[in-house]
């Protein structure tokens, strides 16, 4: 018994094994493919590249240049890291004010927040990139308002739900002690509210980090970010170099797999605990 | 302290409500009133009444998305969910480089959408090339390749999802049955899976609405070709509003519509767990 069950294992991990390449295939395509001549990836994308197809990092050098990659890294970096900071930041103010005062206006509010978590992006799309053109928040500062706006519902949600386990009293003695609320809320309460934090960042890092949409038509004829860079160079032009697309695929995929590699277990946590509570 | 705090309300939630007027109550309210309007630009609405969503109803796009999407839904949500499952069950038997495999089968879910669509759209193509077709021949092949594309993206994180409700199970729960005289068979089905069903509510919501407002992958794989029939719901919206000249208030109105489904879904799903919890 002990015996048939260790063969039965090794059947399952050449399975899994099998499995697990075929799950890299795509990946390695593009970036094989990324290493052809533009004109040779289309008609024969199973390919490996040989003397006449190499085309060295010819894709890449023009790849980078055609949609100025650096450039979109930048707004992308740029954008991410400040929406993520100000959701943080003040999502959890605001999610520890409406938990411990209780009154009409925060329970509006909460209810509020946690209504527009249902609510998709197409509904408000348009109107949304109307009331960010007057208010000129069609930039890489002003998207970052747009942001914390939409992403306060899930952001408040999961800072009140952690925050109402915690017990009151601390905070009362700490206030009692001398503190102002400020001083409470960044030497006692949001130390305590970490392992939320990491996880709100994790999960809002993603969706600002990979959206497309959302900043394609609030900045996008000005400020290309990742994707839309990837985009402009499919539609761009009237015949799509398929070497540069290639070469830029992959170098969008490298920062994401190093920042997976680097935070396995913060983003597993988090897309698990956001998971549970989204 | 709650007197105190009070008065704090101007340092610790005004930023985030101005911002919050900003990008979402006044653009949603807007929204809903211009799903009743004839306009171009904001300022020169004029109120027609339900005339959009009747012509939202009547546009054959719309409805041609509507059951793309729906098809699309239940397909990728039970494919999804089984295969997850699968893997998660493989996962947890404590077989040789469980955590390679589970790091390798994740990842596809934090890539974007839009790269996402242009990898899968190089590979599809590469083998409807020796067909002499690609993608966009039919929407038969866009369906497909969606589904295809929506499960190597989501299974993994289903998967992380059905390993901790696995993992949850009390090991003596499992071993009670097995001294019983359960086969492997009858302790799945009567034990393992009866306990993992706070898990497949989870993951069924999530994959189903994930699917249902899919739309960077749906545009960069196929942008709706042949002719929008395959574009699904959120992708028909978007090319009401900005590749149509004349159809922004239809394009509201199928947002109202899409909101009220999103929001029909999450509202089941909010019953669901709030019963499950009253028997736990």
């Known amino acids: 018994m002990e015996h048939s069950g260790k063969r039965f294992n090794t059947i399952l991990f050449v399975f899994l094994l099998i499995l697990f390449f075929l799950f890299l295939i795509p990946i390695l395509l593009v970036l094989v493919n990324s290493f052809k001549g533009q004109l040779f990836i289309s008609n024969a994308p199973f390919a490996l590249p040989d003397a006449t197809t190499f085309s060295g990092i010819d894709n890449y050098v023009n790849g980078v240049q055609k949609i100025d990659f650096f450039r979109a890294f930048g707004y992308s970096l740029f954008i991410t890291v400040f929406s993520v900071a100000a959701i943080i930041l003040f999502t959890s103010m605001t999610a520890w ?82 503190c102002s609320p400020i001083q409470t809320f960044f030497l006692i309460v949001f130390p305590i509210l970490r392992p939320t934090a990491i996880t709100v960042a994790i999960l809002n890092a993603m969706w600002v980090w990979n959206d497309f949409l959302l900043p394609y038509l609030v900045i996008g004829t000005k400020f290309r970010t990742i994707p839309i860079a990837i985009q402009y160079l499919q539609g761009g032009y009237g015949s799509r170099d398929m070497g540069a697309l290639m070469a830029m695929l992959v170098l969008s995929i490298i920062p994401i797999i190093v920042f997976y590699l680097t935070c396995q277990k913060y983003i597993i946590k988090g897309v698990l605990a956001g998971a549970v509570k989204g | 302290m709650q007197k105190t705090l009070k008065k704090y309300f101007a340092v610790f939630a005004l930023p985030t409500v101005i911002a919050f007027v900003i990008a979402f109550l006044v653009p949603f309210f807007m929204g809903v009133y211009l799903s009743f309007a004839k306009f171009t630009t904001v300022t020169n609405a004029k109120w027609v009444g339900t005339d959009n969503y009747v012509r939202a109803f009547s546009d054959s796009n719309f409805l041609n998305a509507l059951g793309f999407t729906a098809k699309f839904t239940v397909v990728s ?103 019983d005289g359960a086969t492997p068979r009858q302790t799945l089905l009567y034990v393992t899976i009866p306990l993992v069903m706070p898990s497949v509510t989870i993951c069924t919501f999530l994959t189903l609405t994930n699917s249902f407002k899919l739309f960077d992958q749906n545009f960069a794989l196929t942008g709706g070709a042949p002719a929008r029939q395959s574009a699904m719901l959120a992708l028909d919206i978007f090319n009401s509003f900005y590749g149509r000249m004349g159809y922004e208030g239809v394009g509201q109105a199928k947002a109202v519509v899409f909101f009220l489904l999103v929001a029909g879904i999450a509202l089941v799903q909010l019953m669901l767990t709030r019963s499950r919890e009253v028997e736990n």
Do not use: C, H
């Open chain 1, 97 to 178: 004010y409406i938990t411990r005062v209780k009154s009409p206006v925060t329970s509006v509010l909460y209810y509020l927040f946690v209504f527009s978590m249902v609510v998709p992006f197409q509904m408000v799309m348009y109107t949304m990139v109307k009331v960010a053109n007057v208010l000129r928040l069609d930039n890489p500062f002003g998207i970052i308002v747009i942001y914390l706006g939409f992403g306060a519902g899930l952001s408040v949600f999961m800072f009140s739900g952690f925050i109402k386990s915690v017990p009151v009293d601390i905070e009362e003695s700490s206030v009692i002690d001398g």
């Open chain 2, 77 to 179: 949500v039970i494919a999804i969910n089984v295969l997850a499952f699968l893997l998660a069950l493989l996962l947890t038997r404590g077989i040789r480089g469980t955590n390679l495999f589970r790091t390798a089968f994740f990842m596809p879910n934090l890539i974007g959408g839009i790269v996402l669509g242009y990898i899968w759209q190089l590979l599809i193509n590469g083998v409807l090339l020796n067909f002499g077709v690609d993608i966009t021949f039919d929407a038969s092949y866009g369906f497909w390749g969606l589904v295809v594309l929506m499960n190597w993206q989501m299974i993994g994180y289903m998967m992380i999802i059905y390993i901790a409700g696995i993992q949850n199970i009390p090991g003596d729960v499992i071993e009670a049955a097995q001294i």
